[in-house]
């Protein structure tokens, strides 16, 4: 019975290790898995904590850009009330030399009628209707060239304004 209880011993010792190399690779394939979940879940808090980073980032420089786009829709507002104002303005100024050519060339003032119709033709300098004003003025100065010089300028501004073609036919 002896070597019938060594027997048995060994085969109980076996047995043991058998179940402590067991109760390892079972202690060993709980713990890599778990140790691998939390290594990857510590690796997308990470991730997550940037990514929130990056959006708050993101979200300020937006703000940022949305502030100014807004700043700058307000000061082109500003400037097109200001260009409007001022395109106001120099028509009034226009009208109002215009207006004072026009009563000193009926007071036979032409040559300062002459200067009021050059400033209102610095604001508009395109405009037919001035320019035959002045030329008459130099006509009626009986200062033919120029007259006549301002005239054809008027027919090349507006081939189609007939006052300016009376005109100069009257300087010829």
Do not use: C, W
Request: aromatic letters at 6%; charged letters at 20%; a positive charge.
């Amino acid at each position: 019975m002896t070597e019938t209880s060594a027997e048995f011993d060994s085969l109980l010792h076996d047995a043991e290790l058998r179940l402590a190399r067991r109760k390892r690779l079972a202690l060993l394939l709980t713990v890599v898995p778990a140790g691998l979940a939390i290594a990857l879940v510590a690796a997308s808090i990470s991730i997550v904590n940037t990514a929130r980073q990056r959006t708050k980032a993101l979200e300020a420089r937006a703000s940022a850009a949305i502030a100014q786009k807004i700043a700058a829709q307000e000061e082109l507002t500003r400037v097109r009330t200001d260009v409007q104002n001022a395109q106001q303005a120099l028509d009034a100024t226009r009208h109002a030399a215009e207006n004072l050519g026009i009563v000193l060339f009926h007071q036979g003032r032409y040559s300062a009628a002459i200067r009021a119709y050059d400033s209102a033709l610095g604001v508009d300098p395109g405009n037919v209707y001035l320019v035959n004003l002045k030329g008459y003025a130099y006509f009626k100065l009986r200062d033919y060239p120029n007259a006549a010089k301002t005239l054809e300028h008027a027919t090349q501004l507006d081939p189609n304004y007939p006052h300016a073609y009376l005109d100069l036919a009257r300087v010829r």
